[in-house]
C-alpha cells in the first residue's frame, strides 16, 4: 500500500471532449510533481486525458453532512431560479 | 450524462473501424499508418535490420529488469509506473523486430527474435542487463538509458533513411521523454534529499558509469547526452565523474553473467511450450 507518510493528494482528469476537470479519485505522493506523474500513470492509462489537476486533499474546504440543511434546503423552494420560463435558442450550447 | 461529469465517457466512443472494446479504450493510433513497408532504394537491408535488432534488444532487456519490479517496487504507484514505461517499451521492440525481420530476408517474426535467441545473439547495450540493484540503481539507470535512447531516436526521426525506422522513432521521442522525465525527478528527489539517499544515489551514479562509453560508442550522440546528464546531477548534488570505462560492447555480443538468466526467465513459457499460440 501507499506510503501513509505521503500527503493524500486528489486528482481531477480533463476528458478529451470535455470541458471541466472532473475528479476521478486519489493518490498518496511526497510532492506536487510525483503527484502529477502518479496521476499520469494510475489515471490516464487508457487514453482518457488531455490535461491533469492535482491537489493536496488537505488543500480542501468541504461542507460537512452537518451543514447539509442549512446549506443546501433553503435552495430547494426556489423555482424562480431555474431558466425554466424563457426559451431558449438553438444555438446556444452547453446549457 | 454530458462528458463533464465523467472522465472517462470517451473511453465508450466507437471510432470508424475500431469496435468499443470498453477494456481495452479505443481511438488508438497506428505508428505506422500510411508508412510504406517496403526497403526504399539504395538501402542495405543487412544494416538496417541489424540496427532494428540492436534498438529492439535494448529496449526488450530493459523492460523485462523494470517487469521485475512488479510486486517488488517501494511503492505501489511506482510499481504501476516501472511497468508502464516497461510496456512503453516492450512496444517499441515489437515495432523493431518486425522491421528486422522484414529487412534481413530471413522473413523471421517479432517472437523468433525475443524468444528463440540465446544470450550471445542478443546486441543490447550491457548498462540494460545489469541486475536492478536498489531503487536508486533503477532510476539513474533508466535516466542514462531513456536520455541516450531519446538522443538516438530524436536523430532517427528527423534523418533515418527508412521511412519505417523514422516513424517507429517518431512514436518513441514521445514516450523516452516521459522515462527521461519521471527518472530525472526520482534522481533529483533523491540525490537531493537525505543523506542516505544522496549516499545511495551516488553510488548509484557511480556503478553505471563505467557503460558510459559503451553507449556512446553504439549511438554517437554523447553530445547531446552528456550535457543533460550533467544538468540532473547538478541539481541533485551529485557527481559524474570521469569513470574507467568497462571494456566490451553488447553490441558485438559481449554480455555480463546477468543476461543468460534473465533471457531464461522471459523465454522459459515459449521455450516449455514451441509453437503455443493464445
Known amino acids: 500500500m501507499s506510503n501513509p507518510d505521503w500527503p493524500l493528494y486528489e486528482v481531477f482528469v480533463r476528458g478529451k471532449r470535455g470541458l471541466n476537470h472532473v475528479h476521478v479519485g486519489s493518490l498518496h505522493a511526497a510532492d506536487d510533481r510525483m503527484a502529477l506523474t502518479h496521476a499520469r500513470d494510475l489515471y490516464t492509462r487508457r487514453n ?17 453532512p452537518d451543514e447539509k440543511d442549512p446549506f443546501f434546503a433553503p435552495s430547494g423552494d426556489k423555482v424562480y431560479r431555474h431558466p425554466t420560463f424563457y426559451d431558449i435558442p438553438a444555438d446556444v450550447p452547453h446549457i | 450524462m454530458s462528458d463533464d461529469d465523467n472522465a472517462y465517457l470517451g473511453l465508450a466512443e466507437v471510432h470508424e473501424g475500431d469496435e468499443a472494446h470498453w477494456a481495452f479504450g479505443t481511438g488508438f493510433e497506428d505508428p505506422l499508418h500510411g508508412t510504406d513497408t517496403a526497403l526504399p532504394p539504395g538501402v542495405d537491408g543487412a544494416a538496417l535490420a541489424a540496427r532494428c535488432l540492436a534498438l529492439g534488444d535494448d529496449a526488450l532487456v530493459l523492460a523485462q529488469r523494470l517487469a521485475q519490479w512488479c510486486t517488488r517496487a517501494p511503492e505501489l504507484e511506482e510499481e504501476l509506473a516501472l511497468a508502464n514505461i516497461g510496456l512503453d517499451l516492450l512496444g517499441q521492440t515489437r515495432l523493431l523486430y518486425t522491421r528486422a525481420g522484414q529487412t534481413d530476408g530471413s522473413g523471421r517474426g517479432e517472437d523468433d527474435y525475443a524468444y528463440r535467441r540465446d544470450a550471445g545473439a542478443f546486441r543490447n547495450v550491457r548498462l540494460a542487463e545489469l541486475p536492478n540493484g536498489d531503487f536508486a540503481e533503477c532510476v539513474v539507470r533508466l ?13 532517427l526521426a528527423g534523418t533515418a533513411t527508412d521511412p519505417v525506422l523514422a516513424a517507429v522513432a517518431a512514436k518513441g521521442v514521445k514516450e523516452l521523454a516521459y522515462h527521461r522525465l519521471y527518472a530525472a525527478e526520482w534522481v533529483v528527489r533523491l540525490g537531493d534529499g537525505t543523506e542516505e539517499s544522496h549516499r545511495r544515489m551516488q553510488q548509484a551514479l557511480e556503478a553505471v558509469a563505467p557503460y558510459l562509453d559503451e553507449l556512446f560508442a553504439a549511438e554517437d550522440v554523447r553530445e547531446q547526452v552528456e550535457p543533460v546528464l550533467r544538468q540532473v546531477a547538478d541539481s541533485a548534488g551529485l557527481v559524474l565523474a570521469q569513470t574507467a570505462a568497462a571494456p566490451g560492447s553488447g553490441r558485438d555480443g559481449e554480455h555480463t553473467e546477468h543476461l543468460a538468466p534473465l533471457l531464461a526467465e522471459l523465454q522459459s513459457v515459449a521455450r516449455a511450450h514451441p509453437g503455443a499460440t493464445w
Open chain 2, 143 to 155: 535516466l542514462v538509458l531513456s536520455a541516450w535512447r531519446l538522443a538516438v531516436f530524436e536523430r
Open chain 1, 48 to 64: 482518457e486525458g488531455v490535461s491533469i489537476w492535482v491537489v493536496r486533499s488537505s488543500a480542501i474546504t468541504a461542507s460537512t
